[in-house]
């Protein structure tokens, strides 16, 4: 079972509370923009929502069934690019994940397209790497505090 987080900040970094950002687009409404739907996947990915993710995934990409178990623990997501030129749109953009004592990230170039009046996912092409913080850097949980205070 999912969670109650309506009242908590969206884990997909925007700054508003989850029941006014991704909430919106999970619950069925149409994410107004290909960024729009690229933040509310990854809060799938988060929240485990494996049936939103296939829902908004074209068709001719989608895959037949999608397995989360194992999957690492996102902790934020940035946004480093985004567009959007009639019924294609395209999305890149960094997340990154805790697994175990280590820091990874996941970058992507994301195409989506539209269709009758809803965005979806359609390809991406992926790079992965290891995050290795200094001791005086940011955390990477997003916390605030220096790497060597939270997180090591």
Not at 56 to 65: K, V, Y
Not at 129 to 134: H, R
């Amino acid at each position: 079972m999912i969670p109650d987080q309506s009242n908590s900040l969206c884990p997909c970094g925007s700054g508003k509370t989850y029941q006014q950002c991704c909430g919106l687009w999970h619950q069925g409404k149409p994410a107004p923009s290909p960024e729009a739907l690229m933040r509310s996947r990854y809060t799938a990915f988060v929240q485990g929502r494996a049936e939103y993710l296939l829902a908004t995934w074209h068709p001719d990409t989608r895959p037949a069934d999608l397995g989360l178990e194992g999957s690492p623990e996102w902790v934020s997501l940035q946004i480093l690019d985004s567009t959007e030129q009639g019924s294609r749109g395209t999305v890149h953009f960094r997340a990154v994940y805790r697994a175990g004592d280590s820091w990874g990230y996941l970058e992507e170039n994301s195409d989506f397209v539209r269709e009758d009046g809803r965005w979806y996912y359609l390809s991406g092409e992926t790079r992965e790497g290891q995050l290795k913080p200094g001791r005086n850097e940011p955390c990477p949980c997003g916390s605030g505090k220096k790497f060597k205070a939270c997180c090591r």
